[in-house]
Every structure is written in C-alpha cells, then in structure tokens.
C-alpha cells in the first residue's frame, strides 16, 4: 500500500449487521500474524461503554476488539462516543472526556466541523504506532440523509484511499437486494473491495447462482459466507441484548427505559446462569426471581418515576422484606438510597428525588465527571477476597453505607443494608468476581471471566478464518 497507513474498513448493510465481531476477528487474525493492530470507530452510538486507564471513556466494543488485538486500549480507538439520553439528545464523549449533552443540531454540526479534525488527528496517532488499523464503520454507508456528517463510514477509508469490506445480513431478509442498494448509494464504492455474507443458517452452497449475480452487479467480490455462531461476548448496545434476556435464570434484571450499560450482565450469559428482564409486575411473579439487579441509568429522574408509575418500587421493597437480594449498580444503587440531591441542575435539574430507601445512603449530583478504572472485592461475608478491575462512570457522589459492599484500590465502596440482603455499588463489572456472582444465583460458580472472553473470541475468529477467503485482503495490506 505505499506509504499509506494499513487501514481496512469494515462497514455494513445496516446495524446490527455483524461489524463488531468481524473487527474483532480480523483484529484477533491479524494480530496472531504478528501484526500490532488497533481497532478504531470514528463515531459511535451507544450506552455501553467503559472507563480505560487515564480516566477516559471508550466504546466498550472497541475495549473488547482491543482485547482481540492484544492491545492496552485507548482514547482515540473510539474518538467521538455519543451516548443518547432521549428527545434527541446525547452526551458528547469527545476522546474519552464529556462535552456535556447536545440535541442533534448541536451535535450534528460538531460532527461537520471539529468532528472531522478530532477523527483524522487520532487516525494519524494511532497509524504511527500500529502497523494495522481495524476500523468499524456505524449503521449503513448509505444513509444519505447524513453524508454531509457521516464520520463513522467511507470518510475514514477516503482519508488515505484504502479499501473496505461490507458485512451483510442475511438473518434480516433481503441479503442481496441489501448489498446491491447499499453500494449503489454509498459514497466511494470504488474503495469497497469485498464482500461477507453474515449469519447464515445452513448451506452456503444455496446461495452460490445468488452470489455469482451480485458479483457480476456490484463488480465487488464475495470472499465467504459467515455462518450463524451463537456465542458469548459482549455487545455493543441494547439490540444485543434482546427483550427478555438470557432465559433460565432466577437472577432478574429490572429493564427500566433509560437503562445503560447492558455489559454488566454479561458475565450472567458468559457463566450459563442466565437472567430475565422485568418490565412489570406481572414478568416479576412468573419469573420466580431469587434475586433482583438494578442497573446502570442514564436519567436517574425518569427510572426512578417507571419504577413508581409500574408498581415496581413496591415489589423490589417487598422483594427485599421477603429476604429477597436486592443488588443497584451505579445508578441502581443511587435510587435504593434515601434521597438524591442535584443542586447544579445537572440530571434532576435542581431537584431532590426520594429513594427507595433500601439502603441508608443519599446521592449528591455535582458537575464532575467520575470515569476510573478500580480494583475490587467483597468488603466481608463473602468467601473470596480476590481483587478483580472494575471501572465507574458517573456523575454524583452516593455516600458509602456503615456498612460498605466493596474493598477498592481507593477505599471502602458501596453500602449493604443491615439485614445484609441489599446491596449498592457504583463500579461495573461487579457480576466479574465469582463470590458475589455465588451470592446472588445461589449457586456456586467458579468461572475466570478473562479466560471465558478469550475462549469465545478464539471460537468465533476460528470460524471466520475457517469461512473467509482472507487471501485478498491480506495481499492488498502486505
């Protein structure tokens, strides 16, 4: 490729159509060739994210290609992060800082302007120190209601000519009149190489006059038919995560609207425990929960007003007066307390919201940001005292029970209620460590989380390789 970086671009037909984890084993691929790889998303749109070392916040899809890529991940792998908060609005992450939050006219006219400085300057950092850039595109590139702010898809590959492959759907229906739509209203298809076929279930062999045809229409070449692979890492945004979660589990979640950070329960899949979402009062008593999660929220103020307008509140007070486990994750946490004050105005604007009062804790919203990674473990009653990395992401300090939930690098964290059934934390990831994930399922679980991400992305990258004519790509990058 001369002395252009080795970038190569992996866009799709639509969301949801495979890009993350066809990045993720090309990055994995690549890497096990001895290549330094990093994976890049210019802009991406999600609620899962993750705090990485320095205090900064990424993507948490680009933290697991980092991963496959046997790299330390970092800011510019994710450059600009847009977290939506509803009625057109999302927090502005721009390299892993906040920006504060912005409708779409806002935010849609950084992106046209400063966006595009932000996203070639960390394309050139991170093309000096790797020898290979995996980069995900976002949606479809033929949105072309947004080309004029599209950075996330044939912007990136344009910036030094270098070539993409698309990653279609065959799952949705419709996999070639897909394909065929998409490069005909795309920008630059002249940079699109190749083509996959993703998720199929059964033969490859019955789509090969189908094949044949769009090749002779598009003039781009499939290199392989991915099939269907069920497997268990961790998503990108909600649509991962289905509607009513990952079924045989007595661990419930409750699913609120704002709901956030949905990689929190991953370790529930990754373990074979499973969970089930609750919506209402009703999914509560057929589910027949042992224990009651409540997660992450990115509008503590309208979670807190679903909980009360579906009779939710009451049952998780019940549930926790039955003797029931009751464990709030960040924003979870702040609403099992008694009060939350927000004086500046910045989630509650100016208001005070009462609790739950499960635990005897309050929430005070101020203007920082908290984003760190931490070192955890059970503070006591819980048999192993191994420390494993968590991360929290928030606003607002909740003050640390009598009685605190976690050991941390930085202290005592979190509070338990006196009965010792109740329990808060602001870090994510708590589900990691086996004693805490015991306590809850009341099943004696003994899994190495690390070790079962890398078995599933060894799984899945062994499948793709076994699918995929890598042959063209490979020469096109030497």
């Not at 279609?168 to 996959?196: C, H, N």
């Not at 059970?378 to 494993?388: E, F, I, S, W």
Request: hydrophobic letters at 35%; aromatic letters at 8%; one cysteine or more.
């Amino acid at each position: 490729m001369e002395n252009r970086p080795r970038i190569l671009q992996v866009v799709g037909t639509s969301s949801s159509s495979g890009k993350s984890t066809i990045a993720m084993a090309l990055c994995r691929y690549f890497s096990d060739l001895g290549y330094r790889v990093s994976p890049f998303k210019s802009v991406n749109m999600s609620l899962n994210s993750v705090s990485i070392e320095g205090g900064y916040e990424i993507s948490r899809s680009q933290w697991l290609q980092a991963r496959a890529s046997r790299t330390e991940p970092e800011k510019e792998m994710n450059p600009i992060l847009l977290k939506p908060e509803g009625n057109g609005r999302s927090q502005v992450i721009v390299l892993g800082k906040s920006m504060g939050t912005m409708d779409q006219k806002s935010y849609g006219k950084f992106l046209s302007s400063d966006g595009k400085n932000v996203v070639k300057s960390s394309l050139d950092y991170l093309a000096k120190k790797f020898d290979l850039i995996v980069a995900e595109g976002a949606g479809s590139p033929a949105e072309i209601n947004i080309f004029d702010r599209d950075l996330a898809n044939m912007y990136v590959s344009e910036i030094y000519g270098t070539p993409a492959v698309l990653v279609a759907d065959i799952e949705r229906g419709g996999v070639f009149a897909s394909i065929y739509g998409t490069v005909k209203l795309m920008q630059r298809p002249d940079l699109l190489k190749w083509i996959v076929i993703n998720k199929m279930r059964g033969s490859a062999d019955l789509l090969k006059s189908g094949i044949e045809d769009i090749e002779k229409l598009t003039g781009k070449k499939v290199i392989g038919v991915m099939p269907y692979i069920p497997f268990r890492l961790p998503g990108e945004d909600s649509l991962d995560y289905g509607e009513s979660g990952s079924p045989g589990g007595r661990i419930c979640v409750i699913r609120y609207p704002k709901m956030e950070n949905y990689s929190d329960v991953d370790p529930l899949i990754a373990s074979g425990l499973g969970f089930t979402y609750i919506t209402s009062t009703e999914q509560y008593y057929s589910a027949g929960c042992r224990s009651l999660l409540l997660p992450g929220s990115k509008n503590v103020e309208s979670d807190m007003e679903f909980l009360l307008n579906t009779g939710l509140a009451d049952i998780i007070r019940q549930h926790a007066a039955a003797g029931g486990n009751v464990l709030g994750i960040c924003g979870g946490f702040q609403m099992l307390g008694n009060n939350i004050e927000d004086p500046a105005g910045i989630q509650v604007y100016g208001k005070s919201l009462t609790g739950l009062g499960l635990l005897d804790t309050g929430t005070v919203y101020g203007g920082e940001k908290t984003v760190r990674t931490v070192l955890y473990g059970p503070y006591n009653n819980l048999n192993n005292k191994a420390m494993r990395k968590g991360y929290e992401i928030h606003y607002g300090t909740v003050t640390t029970g009598s009685r605190p939930f976690l050991l941390t690098d930085h202290g005592p964290e979190g509070a338990v209620s006196e009965s010792g059934n109740v329990m808060g934390t602001n870090i994510h990831g708590v589900l990691e460590h086996n004693s805490i994930l015991s306590f809850l399922s009341g099943i004696t679980v003994e899994m190495d989380y690390e070790s079962e991400m890398e078995k599933n992305i060894d799984l899945f990258t062994k499948a793709f390789i076994e699918s995929i004519d890598l042959d063209p790509i490979k020469r096109t990058l030497s």
